[in-house]
């Protein structure tokens, strides 16, 4: 599976953005689909995950209520929306992939990333 992640930009505290990760290969909705991120200076970090199984959902508590995570199979794409967006949520986002995975927020479980779209938000 190769991933594509796109739709980071600038943008104003308050605003929004759809980030899109495009993947390859025909085995995509038997993969959880993650986005993980990391700001400069910091570990990266989980952000959310969709199952491949009953598409559950799952969140970070620093994005629960603001972000919303979903899926398309039939155009093997992930989405994340991002809404209500602050200063901190400043970085670099990765979505990444773990085949029959769990759904876990850990780095090592996903097998494949992207290379990553910037969002930057301004206060």
């Known amino acids: 599976v190769q991933l594509q992640a796109s739709g980071g930009g600038l943008v104003q505290a308050g605003g929004s953005l759809r980030l899109s990760c495009a993947a390859s290969?025909?085995?995509?909705?038997?993969?959880?689909m993650a986005w993980f991120r990391q700001a400069p200076g910091k570990e990266r970090e989980f952000v959310a995950v969709i199952m491949w199984n009953d598409d559950s959902t799952y969140y970070a508590d620093s994005v629960k209520g603001r972000f919303t995570i979903s899926r398309d199979n039939a155009k093997n794409m992930v989405y994340l929306q991002m809404n209500s967006l602050k200063p901190e949520d400043t970085a670099v986002y990765y979505c990444?992939?773990?085949?029959?995975?769990?759904?876990?927020?850990?780095?090592?479980?996903?097998?494949?990333w992207g290379q990553g779209t910037q969002v930057t938000v301004s206060s």
């Open positions: 290969g025909r085995t995509f909705s038997r993969h959880a």
């Open positions: 990444a992939a773990d085949f029959y995975g769990s759904g876990g927020s850990s780095q090592g479980e996903y097998d494949y």
